[in-house]
């Protein structure tokens, strides 16, 4: 669950904070005692691929909590300093240690229990080369056959592998939306 | 700009933070010096729609800062507790009170030196019905011809609307992705 209601302390001065809608907003802050600064919690965005080699896709065995042990796309949360596509490359290296090149934006997913919307692009690997970086067991391709649907580590991976899967076979990749529950 | 390194208090205890890199991690975060929290900053989501009526999109007068008085497409920050087209759909019914059905994701843009992401869905009018809220001067509907250019508020509005048009005339609306320097 998405930490709502966890800012204690103002981040200016350290002063105790109360919860209460301010004037002009129809919503309950974190508002501080004494400096008056309010304080926004908002959803996180998290970036990731679908990195793609001779119709076989890159999955990555993960090495820390949650789902430790379950297999993921590499994504991860977006940073300050760089855009979705940036971000998702970023993740792919960190992660894998494949090299990609991005292509559209293939996932919208909005994860409101956790307050994350996850974004997935499809990407190309230009070499078979791996290197997963600390946060991974192991990575290696999968062709749709050889995927462990049963030790996915999130809905979101699940719901882009279908989707991908899906468009594949069809000829037409879009982007698609969907709400995971 | 994003308010980077702005947290000099830990949201927890309330003691003084400092940035520094913690372990298994690459960049600095603030860290309490008591309790030891580390605080993330993240970039946050701007959504909105391009609210359409026989032909014509809506478009918001600002009523405060920044860009007060210049024309902007109904969008604010996305909150937890809602989907990216929750969230559309209650920023322009604040500031329209606009009665639309949400279409599909329209733009993605990610908006790099203020930490933020916008996302437009494309909107159907049900009904001519205006009533702009409180953050809003004046709504009302513009054809192509009429779109006030140089009195709109941000380049965010002013690529969606350039990308709408251009969909129009070819016949297929796309997703579209941008990054807005």
Chains 1, 2 share one sequence.
Request: overall charge negative; some cysteine.
């Amino acid at each position: 669950m998405f930490n709502a209601r966890s800012i204690r302390h103002c981040r200016v001065c350290g002063a105790p904070t109360e919860y209460r809608t301010p004037p002009d907003d129809n919503r309950d802050r974190a508002i501080c005692t004494v400096c008056g600064e309010v304080h926004y919690e908002n959803p996180l965005n998290v970036v990731g691929t679908v990195p793609v080699l001779d119709a076989r896709v890159l999955l990555c065995r993960r090495n820390i909590e949650p789902r430790r042990g379950f297999w993921t796309l590499p994504a991860g949360f977006m940073e300050l300093g760089e855009t979705t596509e940036q971000g998702a490359l970023r993740e792919t290296v960190e992660e894998a240690g494949a090299e990609v090149e991005l292509e559209p934006l293939f996932t919208v997913l909005n994860v409101v229990h956790v307050g994350q919307v996850h974004f997935y692009y499809r990407a190309r690997m230009t070499s078979a080369k791996l290197d997963p970086g600390p946060e991974t067991i192991e990575a290696r391709l999968f062709a749709e056959a050889e995927i462990p649907w049963n030790e996915l580590a999130f809905k979101t991976v699940k719901v882009t592998l279908e989707r991908y899967f899906e468009d594949r076979r069809k000829g037409q990749f879009l982007t698609h939306s969907a709400d995971i529950a």
